[in-house]
Nanobody, 124 residues
Framework: QVKLVESGGGLVQAGGSLRLVCTAS????????MGWFRQAPGNQREFVAA????????GYADSVKGRFTISRDNAKNTLDLQMNSLKPEDTAVYYC?????????????????WGQGTQVTVSS
């Protein structure tokens, strides 16, 4: 059974940085695209960033482009999200997701497995 565990969330001031890490287990990590989504209270879950199975192709939401960087280490079964220049509007629960496809997608429906989420709070 696939298990995804996020870590690295917390409270940070606006302009600060955080690094989220997702550790995967339960199946071959390197064969599948992975992504990060987030959900703020009262909002729908939204796409943040995603990586193809190899990490050579990545995509970002316009709202985080230039500030966030997604990367993966297939040898360690980890997916990272480096978040810089954080803004209060980045406050949300961040979820790691595992796709059933090799290429990345920004569509929630293309992801099969989800972590439990980690809270990121950015104060102004």
């Amino acid at each position: 059974q696939v298990k995804l565990v996020e870590s690295g969330g917390g409270l940070v001031q606006a302009g600060g940085s955080l690094r989220l890490v997702c550790t995967a287990s339960g199946r071959t990590f390197s064969g599948y695209a992975m992504g990060w989504f987030r959900q703020a209270p009262g909002n729908q879950r939204e796409f943040v960033a995603a990586s193809s199975w190899s990490g050579r192709s990545t995509g970002y939401a316009d709202s985080v482009k230039g500030r966030f960087t997604i990367s993966r280490d297939n040898a360690k079964n980890t997916l990272d999200l480096q978040m810089n220049s954080l803004k209060p509007e980045d406050t949300a629960v961040y979820y790691c997701a595992d796709s059933s496809r090799s290429y990345y997608s920004d569509n929630y429906a293309d992801y099969t497995y989800w972590g439990q989420g980690t809270q990121v709070t950015v104060s102004s």
